[in-house]
């Protein structure tokens, strides 16, 4: 078991008992952190997975055509959340701006329904 670990059969028999147990935890740590990084290589090619298809979906029966993404996803989450919110920002300007149309051309229809009635 000791071998297993990466720790030599030297180290087995002629050193501290303690090293022993710091190779059985540093060899689990290290199984953890392969696990974490399989499941975070799994996940994103899911989102590539479901991106291309959603794509395709939208190509098809939609009016609008969509391309798939020009970059990879970005591993680090700070990147994502900075394009979402920057996202965000740009949808909420959008509408402000529709709302602003929409009252403007209100503004102009309850105006001209005054001028009608005064007259």
């Known amino acids: ?3 297993t670990y990466g720790m030599s059969v030297k180290e087995f028999w002629e050193d501290s008992p303690d090293l022993f147990w710091a190779y059985r935890f540093s060899y689990y740590k290290k199984k953890l952190e392969e696990q974490e990084i399989f499941n975070h290589n799994a996940w994103l090619q899911g989102m590539y997975i479901c991106e291309s298809i959603h794509v395709a979906l939208c190509n098809c029966f939609g009016n609008k055509k969509m391309e798939y993404s020009k970059k990879p996803y970005s591993s680090t ?38 001028k009608t009635r005064d007259s």
Do not use: F, H, P
């Not at 300007?93 to 105006?111: D, P, T, Y």
């Open 1 to 3: 078991m000791a071998i």
């Open 77 to 114: 989450s700070n990147n994502l959340e900075e394009e979402r919110l920057n996202e965000q920002e740009l949808l909420v300007a959008k509408i402000k701006n529709r709302v602003l149309q929409v009252q403007a051309i209100k503004g102009k229809e309850e105006s001209s329904t005054t």
